[in-house]
Each structure stands twice: as structure tokens, then as C-alpha cells.
């Protein structure tokens, strides 16, 4: 009798944990091969997750994935495809890595998803491919509720539903609509309080950074094509001094950037959010023809990156802002006056960068005192003593700490730098990558990496594939321009 309670309270959890599971699948759609065609015709904008269980970047992704689903719910559906499931729906999309995410219409493969992996970035990036290409205006009521929004606007006044500029703009409209928001009337009328009186399209920037410094409103003056109306877009969208957030930061940071970050809340507290962005935009007026672009952030958003490139902790700047600037190199500098509320510890900082009298930023670990064993410690400070030193051959490996893979070469590269050890002119050497800034040349990507650095070829360093957590440094012959160090392949070994 009692193993028959157990088998029954047993089979009674199972039954919980399997509902369980069932409601836990949350508001994504599951598709197949058997069911992805019709169902996915079903929807004029679907977001579909192509991914393999064993993935890890699948994983990671999968919790966000969820409640972007959620949130979007009644919106824009979003559905995955288990491709070891389902490998002819995977096959005929050209899926080939895990995840792959693509947007559908109507059942159709429109394009790939190239937008933000946080559940907030895909909530705000599907939102904007929910409804048509371009949002019909009808009244001055549909104008002003289109433009005063969170992000620019791109706007077309056009004479009629035949206009040829009119086609034009719907068809740019449609290749575009994954980045910015567009919107058009026929009735010319509207368009008379900006100024229009003929067909024209206007780029509306965020009212919330409108100011004095630069123009709300620009006029598109050249004749409508998806190149020119890209090129108009990309050049003036983001104005003097944008907000930068997680989903606009690729795009911002690929030029020389100045952010100033502090307590910035547009939604709950605007006008102090452009309390200090005024101030730089006032002082980066003075500098805005000398190559240097700027930014305004909230720290909170980059509390990760702010203490990983510069070392400021969550509590650290007090309620000025923290300003730096990186460059398209990877030079990063800090303002260490404290911001003035006249901007000139700015204007000073700014004087001393263009006029190269800055000292750079390196996160960096103390330089060791002793380091004497045959394995030199390298930190960012002593990279260019040590590794680039013109009169010593070096290998280097790039760890973290927490890496398997690391930890497994350690005793073989321990063992070659002993073998080598009396060697004056060799020096092997190892850098915790996640403590110390990699400098440029160095690409790093994983770890470990290896990398030497030939006496003669500082500028040259040459990368060493490591293929497995078994590695073995094979020392085959000597080749280098003092016949010093060997020729270093990296094997693996049969697991």
C-alpha cells in the first residue's frame, strides 16, 4: 500500500511539473516543420528565433527572448524553431549559427534582425516594425502626436497620392523603417506652420533635445532616393549632442566620442537631464569643427562599462557628471577637475585633449614588484617596457582567470618559459586580459590568446591559434632574426 501512494504521489508531481512546464513556456510561439509555413503566414510581422538546444548563446538570450515576447504580446508575436528538430525549416532560411534572429512578413524571410538583444531593445526595435512602412498623417492633430515622440521623425508633405517623390519615400521608407520612424501626408497644408509649401521631407529631432544650439527641424533639399535619404538621415539624426543610449550606442561609437554621464532621466526629469547636457553642448560648440563628437548617457545605464573602461564604481562622481572620451583607436581619457557648473573645467579638459597634452587612460593592475619567475607578469602599465621592448623577442598570452582553457595551458607554458628561462634575449609573459587594457594590435577575443612579438616586428605581432583546452607548445625549430626563440605551433591533442 505505501509503494502505491508513492507511485501515486510520484505520478501526482510529475503531472504538477509537467503543468508547470507547460505554463513556464511563456508567450513565445514553438514552429516546425510541420507547422511553420501556415502559421507563420498567419502574422504580418513576426519575429522568429532560430537556435539549437546545447547553445549557449541561445541560453543566454532565451530569458530575455521571453519577456520581450510578453511584452509585445497583441503586438508583434515572437516564435523559435528548434533547428536539430526542425533542420528543413532552418535549411531553407540559411541558418548556420545559433541564434540566428529574422523577421517575417506575411510568412515571407524580410530581413535579418540586427537590432539589440536586450528584452528592452527588442521591445523597442519590433514595436517599430509593427504597422506599415511610413504612418499616414491626416491631421495637424497626427503631426505633432508623430513627432513628439521618444525618437526623431522623419516626416514627407507631398501634393497627392500619384507624386513620384511620394513613391520614392515609401519605397526608402521601407528599407529603412528597422532604424528610424517615418510618417507622410498629401495634404500640403499641414506642413505650412514648418514652412513647407512645396513637396518636402522633414527630419524632426527628439523634443526632448531641442535647444538653442542647433536647429529642431532640418529640411531634406535634394531629389527623394534611398541613398540620399539615408545619407540626409545618418548625417543630421543624432544632432550636436545626443542622448546615448544601449540601443544607439554602436552607432554613436564608432568616431571620437565625448559622454558626459550623470543622472539623466528624460521620462521622469527633463528639464534637469538638460541641465548639464546645455552645458556641454555650450563648451562643444566652441570645439564642434575639430573632429570631436558629443554625447550625453545616464550613468546607471553603463554602471557595467563605466567600471570595467574606467574603474568607477556605482556610488563614485556624486551627482556631476563623469566625462570622458574614447576615440576610434581605443584611447580613452577622463576629466579629473571636477565639472563646473560654468563649464570651464570642461573647456579645459577639452584645450588639453586637441592640444595632446592629456595622459591617456589604462586600467591597469599595480606593476609587480617581484617579478623575477620565468613566466613575466605583464599589466598594462609595463606592456610597452616589457612586450614592446625592441631588444627582446616575446610570446604572450592574454588569460582570464576564470578560464578552463587557461588553466589547462598553464603547465605546458610554465614548462616552456623554464626551457627558455636562460635566455636573455626571450621573454614569455602572460596578461590577465579582463584586469588590464589590451592594447591596439592585440585582438582578443577569447582566451586564451597568444601572441608573439618579434624583436624586429613590434608593429607585427603574430596571433597563435589554440584550438582545444589539451594544447601542447611544440618547439620545432628556431627562426627569428636573432635565431633565439622557436618557431611556436599550437597542437591539439586527441582528446
Not at 22 to 38: I, M, T, W
Not at 63 to 78: C, I, M, N, Y
Not at 454 to 459: C, S, V, Y
Request: with cysteine; net charge negative.
Amino acid at each position: 500500500m505505501a509503494s502505491f501512494l508513492s507511485l501515486i504521489s510520484a505520478f501526482m508531481l510529475s503531472v504538477v511539473i509537467f503543468s508547470g512546464a507547460v505554463v513556464a513556456r511563456g508567450d513565445v510561439l514553438e514552429l516546425g516543420d510541420a507547422d511553420f509555413d501556415y502559421l507563420a503566414a498567419e502574422h504580418e510581422t513576426m519575429l522568429v528565433k532560430f537556435y539549437a538546444p546545447w547553445c549557449g548563446h541561445c541560453k543566454k538570450l532565451a530569458p530575455d527572448f521571453e519577456t520581450a515576447a510578453s511584452r509585445l504580446k497583441g503586438t508583434v508575436p515572437l516564435a523559435k524553431v528548434d533547428c536539430t528538430a526542425s533542420p528543413d525549416t532552418c535549411g531553407r532560411f540559411g541558418v548556420t549559427g545559433y541564434p540566428t534572429l529574422k523577421i517575417f512578413r506575411n510568412g515571407e524571410d524580410s530581413s535579418s534582425y540586427d537590432g539589440p538583444r536586450s528584452a528592452d531593445g527588442i521591445v523597442h526595435y519590433m514595436k517599430k516594425q509593427a504597422g506599415p512602412n511610413s504612418v499616414t498623417l491626416r491631421s495637424e492633430a497626427d503631426v505633432e502626436a508623430f513627432v513628439n515622440h521618444f525618437d526623431a521623425s522623419v516626416v514627407g508633405f507631398f501634393s497627392g497620392p500619384d507624386s513620384a517623390q511620394l513613391a520614392e519615400f515609401l519605397k526608402a521608407a521601407g528599407v529603412m523603417r528597422d532604424h528610424f520612424r517615418f510618417a507622410h501626408t498629401i495634404n500640403m497644408t499641414l506642413g505650412l506652420k514648418h514652412g513647407v509649401d512645396t513637396e518636402s521631407v522633414l527630419l524632426f529631432r527628439p523634443p526632448r533635445l531641442s535647444g538653442k544650439f542647433e536647429e529642431s527641424v532640418l529640411r531634406f533639399t535634394e531629389t527623394i532616393t534611398t541613398h540620399t535619404l539615408r545619407r540626409f538621415i545618418r548625417d543630421n539624426i543624432f544632432g550636436m549632442c545626443p542622448h546615448l543610449t544601449n540601443e544607439n550606442r554602436d552607432k554613436l561609437k564608432g568616431q571620437d566620442l565625448l559622454t558626459a554621464y550623470y543622472d539623466l532621466d528624460y521620462l521622469r526629469n527633463p528639464k534637469g537631464s538638460n541641465y548639464w547636457r546645455n552645458r556641454v553642448m555650450k563648451v562643444g560648440y566652441q570645439f564642434a569643427s575639430q573632429g570631436l563628437s558629443f554625447a550625453v548617457a545616464n550613468r546607471r545605464d553603463f554602471v557595467d562599462e563605466l567600471e570595467e573602461e574606467f574603474g568607477l564604481g556605482a556610488s563614485d562622481g556624486g551627482d556631476l557628471p563623469f566625462v570622458t572620451i574614447r576615440t576610434q583607436q581605443g584611447f580613452k581619457y577622463t576629466m579629473r577637475e571636477e565639472f563646473t557648473r560654468d563649464g570651464k573645467s570642461l573647456e579645459r579638459f577639452l584645450e588639453d585633449y586637441f592640444a595632446g597634452r592629456l595622459k591617456r587612460y589604462i586600467k591597469s593592475e599595480p606593476i609587480p614588484e617581484k617579478n623575477k619567475g620565468p613566466v613575466k607578469v605583464v599589466v598594462a602599465e609595463s606592456f610597452e617596457e616589457i612586450v614592446n621592448d625592441p631588444e627582446k623577442d616575446v610570446l604572450i598570452e592574454f588569460y582570464a582567470p576564470w578560464c578552463g582553457h587557461c588553466k589547462s595551458l598553464e603547465p605546458k607554458y610554465k614548462e616552456l618559459a623554464e626551457q627558455l628561462y636562460s635566455d636573455p634575449n626571450i621573454v614569455i609573459a602572460k596578461m590577465d586580459a579582463t584586469a588590464n587594457d589590451v592594447p591596439q594590435g592585440f585582438d582578443v577575443q577569447g582566451f586564451p590568446t597568444i601572441y608573439f612579438a618579434r624583436a624586429d616586428k613590434k608593429d607585427q605581432p603574430k596571433r597563435y591559434e589554440v584550438k582545444s583546452p589539451k594544447t601542447v607548445i611544440s618547439i620545432l625549430h628556431k627562426q627569428t632574426q636573432t635565431s633565439h626563440i622557436p618557431l611556436l605551433v599550437i597542437d591539439q591533442e586527441e582528446e
